[in-house]
């Protein structure tokens, strides 16, 4: 019976054996009727192999990929932080990124040799299901084009900044071939510092000893034969290195109340991670208009002298920091102001000179140490050997035709740049004053005709009388609005005009809805009014800030007109008929500062309320602990 047992266990292992075998059959002949890709490549070039994953039941979980070639296993990938590399492969080959399309298996072969060529197979295994393993596996074949000059090209290196790093270039037939290293496509010997520090070994690789962060890019090995064939192939070198500041100015100048940003200059490789800012020794922690921008520059929106000091930049990524920066001091100009401005227009004749003022001092500090630059506004240059600027004040002698237009006097310090601008004319005729001047009286009006002895286009010609019993002369300007016939008679009819006097007893008075200007109609030429123009000009720059006009004896400038505690001055003045305008005397006034006196006022009124609850709170506890 033991006998026939054994007999019947050994029939039943056959029979086991055979069909697993026959199943082995069916696989293998399956997985040979799948087509196997066929690719390509040249020595120095790349490869890429599409390998897509395919899960069981199209489930997703966790699997591992294993690359071989000619039946050998080169690469391996067991999750995100575990691979395996062959030490022939090291380097050479990477997984793809599955956004271009391609399978989660894919991989990228770089820097090929001839020694590549062979069958290769993608399969995947997952260890968390039995069985591990499925028909999966993708076949390839890579055919190398080895060419006649190349056998071994260089391969992608990356290095901590100050290691070693190796480009191997291997040739077929040394003794008749000859390389030429190049870097970012030029010849490796321009480059002198790393020329210092690079070696070509007798197998043609090339050495670098110790790397830069500078040295990082495409280095190329180019071989030529003796009849003139040619071959290259190209290598990238990625230099590592802490974060490091590379430059740090002594000073930096803001201007005052002006927009403003602080720099940190540093390089990183990896990439940067953090920037640490530190203001006079203490973490600076950015408020009061300061803000972080992207490459962590600190940004000032509004400049105050809060934001002077001392600071320092620390630049960090994942390997480290170099250390922090030097010292950056920053100083807060204010910008400079002018304490006199040239006139709005100078004229001068033919050969006279002509000196144009200014000057300038730094507005918070009161140090006259900004510089004057004197320029033309069309860009001509100053007339050479016949100018000179001394202590801000321009001069020019022996005035030339040219010489006329806009200059401009500019007020430069660190922190900002102010400019005013005078306009030179030059009489480059001087005109002949009339004759044969009479003049017929009406009532009310005075005809007056002359000869012309200058004829050209554009002559304006002035007025002047006076009372008989004054000693004050008075102007009135005609002004030419056709052209003179080529006549020397000229007989020009003048508007009827009365001397008109200015406004009388100006006085303002601050109202609620604004200021109150009145004043006294002239003393004589009522006849001719017209109007009255009222100016007010911002001090002390005198700059012309409004005007109104009116035919009533009072004006109210509204109070947005005018800002709060400004000193401001004032003049109204009369227009006749005939265009003249009599100026009143000017009155200087300061604006009250309203801003002030109403949150003086509401603080007041809070206090008061909050006084009045606290008494209320304790007249009803006090009654309720009587009650008690």
Not at 60 to 84: C, M, Q, R, T, V
Not at 477 to 497: E, H, L, P, R, W
């Amino acid at each position: 019976m033991a006998h026939l047992m054994s007999f019947y266990e050994i029939l039943s292992l056959v029979s086991f054996t055979l069909l697993y075998m026959h199943c082995q059959l069916v696989f293998c002949l399956f997985e040979e009727n799948k087509k196997p890709t066929y690719l390509e490549g040249r020595v120095g070039g790349y490869v890429v192999f599409n390998c897509p994953v395919e899960f069981p039941n199209d489930y997703p979980i966790p699997y591992n990929i294993n690359w071989s070639k000619d039946g050998k296993l080169f690469y391996a990938w067991y999750g995100e932080d575990s691979s395996f590399t062959n030490q022939e492969y090291a380097g050479r080959v990477r997984l793809i990124d599955t956004h271009y399309g391609l399978g989660k298996a894919s991989i990228n072969l770089t820097s090929v040799r001839e020694a590549d060529t062979g069958w290769y197979e993608c399969r995947m295994s997952y260890p968390n299901r039995s069985p591990q393993t499925t028909r999966n596996g993708t076949w390839f074949s890579l055919a190398v084009d080895g060419g006649t000059l190349l056998k071994i090209p260089p391969i992608n290196q990356t290095v901590l900044e100050y290691e070693s790093a190796f480009f191997p270039c291997s040739v077929k037939n040394p003794e008749t071939m000859f390389v030429t290293w190049y870097k970012d496509g030029k010849i490796l010997s321009t480059f002198s510092d790393l020329a210092s520090r690079s070696v070509m070994g007798s197998d043609s690789g090339l050495l670098i000893t110790p790397t830069l962060m500078t040295d990082f890019g495409v280095f190329e090995c180019r071989v030529k034969n003796m009849i003139g064939e040619e071959e290259d192939a190209h290598a990238y070198l990625n230099v590592q290195y802490k974060a490091k500041v590379v430059y740090a100015p002594k000073e930096v100048f803001f201007a005052y109340g002006q927009q403003a940003i602080l720099d940190c200059h540093f390089r990183s490789n990896p990439p940067l991670t953090n920037l640490r800012w530190e203001k006079d020794g203490i973490l600076y922690d950015p408020y009061n208009n300061v803000f972080y921008k992207r490459n962590g520059s600190l940004f000032f929106s509004e400049v105050d002298d809060l934001h002077g000091g001392k600071y320092t930049c620390t630049p960090y990524n994942v390997l480290g920091t170099e250390g922090p920066s030097p010292i950056i001091k920053v100083l807060v100009q204010h910008p400079p102001e002018f304490t006199l401005k040239p006139k709005s227009v100078y004229i001068r004749k033919l050969g006279e000179s002509v000196t144009m003022n200014c000057s300038a001092k730094d507005k918070h500090t009161n140090d006259d140490r900004s510089l004057i630059d004197w320029t033309r506004k069309d860009g001509i240059p100053l007339p050479f050997h016949r100018h000179t600027i001394n202590g801000g004040n321009l001069t020019i002698e022996n005035l030339t035709a040219h010489d006329r237009g806009i200059y401009t006097c500019a007020a430069i310090n660190e922190a900002a740049k102010i400019e005013t601008d005078a306009e030179l004319m030059i009489e480059t005729f001087s005109p002949k004053a009339p004759s044969n001047l009479t003049a017929n009286s009406t009532k009310d009006s005075i005809t007056i005709r002359w000869v012309q002895n200058y004829v050209r286009h554009g002559i304006k010609f002035s007025i002047w009388y006076r009372l008989s019993d004054s000693a004050e002369w008075r102007t009135h300007q005609v002004k030419s609005t056709t052209d003179y016939v080529s006549t020397n008679t000229t007989t020009k009819n003048v508007s009827a005009f009365s001397q008109l006097g200015p406004p009388r007893n100006v006085s303002i008075e601050t109202r609620p809805d604004g200021f109150f200007v009145c004043w006294n109609s002239p003393d004589w030429g009522q006849q001719s009014l017209v109007v009255y123009v009222i100016r007010w000009y911002l001090e002390p720059e005198h700059i012309l800030c409004g005007k109104a006009e009116t035919t009533d004896n009072f004006y109210i400038i509204p109070e947005g007109l005018l800002e709060n505690g400004v000193l401001y001055t004032l003049q109204v003045s009369s227009v006749s008929t005939s265009n003249y305008e009599a100026f009143g005397e000017e009155l200087q006034i300061v604006t009250p500062q309203y801003g002030i006196t109403q949150v003086i006022t509401i603080g007041a009124i809070v206090i008061l309320i909050l006084l009045l609850c606290t008494g209320i709170i304790l007249y009803f506890k006090r009654n309720l602990f009587a009650t008690y």
